[in-house]
């Protein structure tokens, strides 16, 4: 079955082209149904793809983006080829703020995944790499969670910078600026180029400010990261496989 995420109300082709999806509360509430459903079947699912040290790990893909970077719609196309589900920001801040389903989603990990996540979150406090504000708690307990059950690819609020390398592929996806530009004026329909260069610039002021305030990390570093990919070169499939490739010789190096 193919991954979908909230972002897909507009999402994008193979070439970036923006295609019309369905209205986005009927998107979102359906991609809410697929991801219960999952945690509920988690226990007796079997993952797809990956060779049994990283299966009993559970590896992520963690994608961090550029506006205009096509970072929603190659971490779709990842989800679709490995049949991994696909955490976007509007379903990670759904699942923090909303005690009951992030309860649903803590009650659906095994014993070892359970502690997996309380290690990491002790750690992360404890060595205060994340603020104080409740906001930035919650979120972290989600994230956590979802890398400690792994299989699951998630897209930016500072996962690729907070979980542990050991079993996590940490992406960055970048392009030109005048490139993404481009994208952005094309796909929201922006008056010209310089519109579009303004609209990145704020995206990307306010995802850099999110770091910063909530996990005191730069999020431009480029050594936060596995690979650093230019979507200026490759389509969103081509990008896809490229991390799928990197994905599968990341799993020798994963640590039980």
Known sequence: MAAKTVAQATGENQMGNTVMKKSTPELFGEALRRTRQRWKGHRTEEPLKLSPAAKRVGITVAISRESGAWGGAVAREIGAQLDWPVYDRELLEKISEESGLQTELLESLDEQESHRAADWLRSLFGA???????????????????????????????????????????????????????????????????????????????????????????????????????????????????IIAALKQRESAVKT
């Open 128 to 242: 205060l790499t994340v603020s104080s504000a409740q906001y930035g708690r919650q979120l972290l307990k989600t994230v956590t969670a979802l890398g400690a059950r792994g299989h699951c690819v998630i897209v930016g609020r500072g996962a690729a910078l907070v979980l542990p390398e050991s079993s996590t592929l940490r992406v960055r996806l970048v392009a030109p600026r005048k490139t993404r530009a481009e994208r952005e004026r094309a796909k929201l329909d922006l008056a010209d180029e310089a519109a579009g260069a303004s609209h990145v610039d704020r995206i990307d002021a306010l995802r850099a400010d999110f770091v910063r305030s909530h996990f005191h990390k730069d999020v431009a570093d480029i050594y936060h990261y596995d690979m650093v990919l230019n979507t200026a070169r490759f389509s969103v499939s081509q990008s896809a496989e490229l």
